[in-house]
């Protein structure tokens, strides 16, 4: 059997707490400090639900 290279990407959902005025302002801010972040996993300490996968492509390469 032949065998190929994917690539899959995966969706990761954290619930985590945000400080802010409001709920709109907490789910507006929420992504900027993540990306922000140099460690957003340790920053946010949230707790995942899980991983899905969400895409698979062809991989280049070999």
Do not use: H
């Amino acid at each position: 059997m032949a065998k190929f290279l994917v690539t899959l990407e995966e969706t990761v959902r954290y619930t985590v707490e945000v400080e802010a005025d409001n709920q709109l302002a907490a789910e507006e801010l929420a992504p900027d400090i993540w990306a922000a972040s140099e460690d957003p996993t340790q920053d946010f300490l949230g707790e995942g639900q899980g991983v899905e996968v969400c895409f698979s492509r062809p991989s280049a390469g070999r």
